[in-house]
């Protein structure tokens, strides 16, 4: 009878230990979709952001010399990613192919200036920095017109930070949910070694030395989930990448690596913390509650 009841015990641990990592690891898989939603999100908006075009138009005056010159100064500008000299030919090329006709065989000459396009980098695409950069230009005299979509700036700019708060409130709530997931996972498999923990305690083991072994197992299953969760999730990736690449796009492997060490991070930071409070807990309560 004593070895069939070792035995339903060692199974029901293990099976308490399974059921913890298994819990732990859809927690964390749940997270890691999450961080992939807002890798992808914050990689469409600075897309998004970098194709905003501010246009200087070029005097008629400016010699090859000066527009070299230009080009190199705004190479130089924080502000600009990159920049395009488009000659009056090629602004005509590229209106006729628009228009659908030749427009200048119709006029009989070329009404258009040569101009630069600009693209600013993802933090200055945003009404204010390009009108201060608009000002800047507009005080080179080689420049005579500087034009942008105000109205369209606006509205991606708006847009933007909206679904980025959105998307931060629905990750901070997914967060929350996996820290408490987390906590009861842990929680529950140190109650069910509430009688040892007491047991340990009357015969004169230190808090320390009771609560050692216990978090050193929820580390582990914190760290067993990461790796199982991490495995999935690049395997969900790798998949949509072959299958979607237009939804999931792998070419900054940087991103996935944080990704992934965040979610280890995460699993152990509060798999600690809730098996040191799990225990704590108990050490603290008296020994005719124990049973309840």
């Known amino acids: 009878m004593s070895s069939y009841e070792e035995k339903y015990q060692k199974r029901r641990l293990r099976n308490s230990y399974i059921t913890s990592v298994i819990s732990i690891t859809l927690v964390l898989f749940l997270l890691g979709i999450q961080g992939v939603i807002l890798i992808h999100a914050h990689k469409l908006s600075r897309y998004v952001l970098e194709n905003i075009i501010v246009t200087a138009v070029l005097s008629d005056n400016a010699t090859e010399a000066d527009i070299t010159r230009l080009q190199r100064q705004l190479e130089f500008t924080p502000a600009v990613k990159n920049n395009v000299f488009i000659s009056k ?6 209106l006729t192919e628009e228009l659908g006709e030749d427009f200048v065989a119709f006029i009989g000459h070329n009404p258009l200036s040569a101009s630069i396009e600009i693209r600013l980098r993802a933090e200055y695409a ?11 230009l507009l005080e080179i005299n080689e420049i ?7 109205n369209l700036v ?10 980025s708060f959105i998307l931060l409130s629905i990750s901070a709530v997914i967060l929350f949910i996996a820290i408490a997931l987390i906590n009861n996972t842990i929680r529950l498999a140190v109650y069910s070694k509430r ?3 007491k047991s340990m305690q009357l ?3 230190t808090q320390g030395f009771i609560r050692k072994p216990f978090i050193r197992r929820g580390i582990w299953q914190g760290i067993i989930g990461a790796f199982l ?8 990736v790798y998949y949509l990448q072959y299958y979607a690449p237009e939804i999931v796009s792998i070419q900054d492997i940087s991103w996935f690596l944080m990704l992934f060490g965040g979610i280890f991070l995460v699993a152990i930071i509060f798999t600690w913390i809730s098996s040191y409070l799990a225990v704590r ?7 005719d509650l124990v049973h309840y």
Request: net charge neutral.
């Open 195 to 197: 009688l040892l923990i």
């Open 89 to 94: 030919d090629e602004a005509a090329r590229l």
């Open 144 to 150: 005579q017109e500087v034009f942008y979509q105000t």
């Open 203 to 205: 015969v004169g083991a």
């Open 154 to 163: 606006q509205l991606i700019s708006d847009n933007v930070r909206r679904i």
């Open 126 to 136: 945003n009404p204010e920095s390009i009108a201060n950069l608009a000002d800047q």
């Open 281 to 287: 807990r108990f050490l603290k309560m008296k020994n």
């Open 229 to 236: 969760s991490s495995v999935m999730l690049g395997v969900l």
